[in-house]
T-cell receptor, first 113, second 113 residues
Framework: AQSVTQPDIHITVSEGASLELRCNYS??????LFWYVQSPGQGLQLLLK??????LVQGIKGFEAEFKRSQSSFNLRKPSVHWSDAAEYFC???????????FGKGTSLLVTP | GAGVSQSPSNKVTEKGKDVELRCDPI?????LYWYRQSLGQGLEFLIY????????KSGLPSDRFSAERTGGSVSTLTIQRTQQEDSAVYLC???????????FGSGTRLTVV
């Protein structure tokens, strides 16, 4: 069965610092991988997705993620964090775009001045 | 519509009452999903509709939960005899079945008192 682990429940970074949010998945075949962001009181917004091809994926708001099959990871990165990036981030894995996703429990990002 | 619309945005109900939550997906999206998000938890898959196929109900937590999708569009999630543990945010998402990812609504916050 597919599963997702986000090891960090909370992360605090200073504004302007770099960010890396970790995501590990468990799935036998090539997974479909997603990162979503949820601001307080809002629904989830898709940041980026990986299906195949180039393992470095660019998303919206300056985010990128790298698929590493050998490490079963799909970590999210941003070179310089803005205060507006404070939110909950969810990694998800699916078998293909027509099936339900399995979500990690999320990482809460706090950005300090 | 332009996005996934959910109503009501907030619902407070007494324990033991039935509630109905509505989801209006993006026009043309064939797949529709319901998820539940409890405080401090990730997203829990509830049910998935794809076109005219039988829904995948594997995530429904009990027989008090049911959902239908009329005409391949609007969906209603019904919770009978609500319990306090049903308090959560119920999120709906839709997709076109392509590799475009899922679009989520803003959710319905259900509080059972």
């Amino acid at each position: 069965a597919q599963s997702v682990t986000q090891p960090d429940i909370h992360i605090t970074v200073s504004e302007g610092a770099s960010l890396e949010l970790r995501c590990n998945y468990s799935y036998g075949a090539t997974p479909y991988l997603f990162w979503y962001v949820q601001s307080p009181g809002q629904g989830l917004q898709l940041l980026l997705k990986y299906f195949s091809g180039d393992t470095l994926v660019q998303g919206i708001k300056g985010f990128e993620a790298e698929f590493k099959r050998s490490q079963s990871s799909f970590n999210l990165r941003k070179p310089s964090v803005h205060w507006s990036d404070a939110a909950e981030y969810f990694c998800a894995v699916g078998r293909d775009s027509g099936y339900a996703l399995n979500f990690g429990k999320g990482t809460s990002l706090l950005v300090t001045p | 519509g332009a996005g996934v619309s959910q109503s009501p945005s907030n619902k407070v109900t007494e324990k033991g009452k039935d509630v109905e939550l509505r989801c209006d997906p993006i026009s043309g999206h064939t797949a529709l999903y319901w998820y539940r998000q409890s405080l401090g938890q990730g997203l829990e898959f509830l049910i998935y509709f794809q076109g005219n196929s039988a829904p995948d109900k594997s995530g429904l937590p009990s027989d008090r939960f049911s959902a239908e999708r009329t005409g391949g569009s609007v969906s209603t999630l019904t919770i009978q005899r609500t319990q306090q543990e049903d308090s959560a945010v119920y999120l709906c998402a839709s997709s076109s079945g392509s590799r475009g990812g899922y679009t989520f609504g803003s959710g319905t916050r259900l509080t059972v008192v």
